[in-house]
């Protein structure tokens, strides 16, 4: 009568033994080879009298196959992903120098370089006026727009006051107003600005560091100019 291995020399005869199965690649992974061989070696040496089950066969089968393929997955993706985020920061980059349309109460006023934006209406809107205000709150000018379809209205200030008077260089507070079926509302304000350089945040998220207001994500971005 056939004798049955035991647990060490049905490894042993699969080159599993224990000096084998110290070394780091087998503690931590186990191939497709060297599963088969094992699969084999258990039917090769079963007990006659507790044959194994064809379908508990198939589930060890199916279950190892399952795990490689999540494993192969997740390495795509991660391949995936890495040159989806360098094609992002390359695309970012080509950003350093222009203008960039983002959703802000706050615009930069610089020499020679007026403050610009967008005025957004959901519907027509009549009487609409944009607001430069101070960083202590007093009113510095008002631009009067008029009546408008739905849509983006665009402004410049030049960073003169009513009276005619430059105002100097800095953030102002910028906000805008429409009548919109006898009733006031406060439009979305855009504000234009430069973008100075870009880098990576911790998540691999594109960061964009504009001139006067700081950084926003890539997905802030309303508009690139």
Same mark, same amino acid.
């Not at 009733?183 to 594109?206: K, Q, R, W, Y």
């Given at each position: 009568?056939?004798?049955?291995?035991?647990?060490? +020399?049905l490894?042993?005869?699969? =080159?599993?033994?224990?000096?084998?199965?110290? &070394? @780091? !690649? +087998?503690?931590? !992974?186990?191939g497709?080879?060297?599963?088969?061989? #094992?699969?084999?070696? @258990?039917?090769?040496?079963?007990d006659?009298? !507790? $044959?194994?089950?064809?379908? @508990?066969?198939?589930?060890?089968?199916?279950?190892?196959?399952?795990?490689?393929?999540?494993?192969?997955?997740? &390495?795509?993706?991660? +391949?995936?992903?890495s040159a989806?985020? *360098?094609?992002q920061?390359?695309?970012?980059?080509n950003?350093?120098?222009?203008?960039? #349309?983002?959703? *802000?109460?706050? =615009?930069?006023?610089?020499?020679? +370089? $007026?403050?610009?934006?967008?005025?957004?209406?959901?519907?027509?809107?009549?009487?609409?006026?944009v607001?430069?205000?101070?960083q202590?709150?007093e009113?510095?000018?008002?631009?009067?727009?008029? &009546?408008?379809?739905?849509?983006e209205?665009?402004? *410049?200030?030049? =960073?003169?006051?009513?009276?005619?008077h430059?105002? =100097?260089?800095?953030?102002y507070?910028?906000?805008a107003?429409?009548?919109?079926?006898?009733?006031?509302?406060? $439009?979305?304000?855009l504000?234009?600005?430069?973008?100075?350089?870009? /880098? #990576?945040?911790?998540?691999?998220?594109?960061i964009? /560091?504009?001139?006067?207001?700081?950084?926003? &994500?890539? /997905?802030q971005?309303?508009?690139?100019?």
């Amino acid at each position: 009568m056939t004798a049955i291995s035991s647990g060490y +020399e049905l490894y042993e005869d699969i =080159g599993l033994t224990n000096n084998s199965l110290n &070394t @780091e !690649k +087998e503690r931590g !992974k186990l191939g497709l080879e060297e599963f088969m061989n #094992l699969l084999v070696t @258990e039917l090769t040496h079963q007990d006659p009298f !507790k $044959p194994m089950e064809n379908s @508990e066969m198939a589930t060890q089968v199916s279950q190892f196959a399952t795990v490689s393929g999540i494993d192969d997955l997740n &390495t795509s993706f991660n +391949e995936l992903r890495s040159a989806l985020t *360098s094609d992002q920061a390359l695309q970012a980059a080509n950003l350093v120098g222009r203008d960039v #349309l983002v959703e *802000s109460n706050l =615009g930069a006023l610089a020499t020679d +370089e $007026p403050l610009q934006g967008s005025v957004v209406l959901p519907s027509s809107a009549s009487n609409l006026r944009v607001m430069i205000t101070g960083q202590s709150g007093e009113l510095v000018r008002e631009l009067e727009l008029g &009546t408008h379809e739905a849509g983006e209205v665009a402004f *410049s200030w030049d =960073g003169y006051d009513d009276a005619g008077h430059y105002v =100097g260089d800095g953030l102002y507070q910028v906000s805008a107003i429409a009548n919109v079926d006898d009733a006031e509302m406060a $439009p979305t304000v855009l504000v234009s600005a430069a973008v100075e350089s870009v /880098n #990576l945040g911790g998540s691999g998220g594109i960061i964009l /560091n504009l001139s006067g207001l700081g950084q926003i &994500t890539m /997905n802030q971005v309303a508009q690139i100019q």
